[in-house]
């Protein structure tokens, strides 16, 4: 069974930064695309950069410039650096992954980690 598990969220101020780290487990053939989602309390879940297993990436207009997506395919594992922290930036960020297992081709996501961006 395939598992993603996120760590790397928390309270920051703004203009701090954080690191989430999202690493794939369990048993499969190859990961595609890989990102970071986030919903604030009230909107909809929205995407906010992907990586492909190429490693061209993706990122929404309000985070260009100040995060940055990245992985490192030998561990499995999809990063997601952010500065510049604003406080519209507090979210659940959710990871996800399009794997490769026996039954096909699904798409995974992880359980979600807060960040919080407040004085």
């Known amino acids: 069974q395939v598992q993603l598990v996120e760590s790397g969220g928390g309270l920051v101020q703004p203009g701090g930064s954080l690191r989430l780290s999202c690493a794939v487990s369990?048993?499969?053939?190859?990961?595609?695309?890989m990102g970071w989602y986030r919903q604030a309390p009230g909107k909809q879940r929205e995407l906010v950069a992907d990586?492909?297993?190429?490693?061209?990436?993706n990122y929404v207009d309000s985070v260009k410039g100040r995060f940055t997506i990245s992985r490192d395919n030998a561990k499995n594992t999809v990063y997601l650096q952010m500065n510049s922290l604003k406080p519209e930036d507090t979210a659940v960020y959710y990871c996800?992954?399009?794997?490769?297992?026996?039954?096909?081709?699904?798409?995974?996501w992880g359980q979600g980690t807060q960040v919080t961006v407040s004085l």
């Open positions: 996800n992954a399009r794997i490769v297992v026996a039954a096909g081709e699904h798409n995974y």
């Open positions: 369990g048993i499969f053939f190859s990961i595609y695309g």
């Open positions: 990586i492909t297993s190429d490693y061209s990436t």
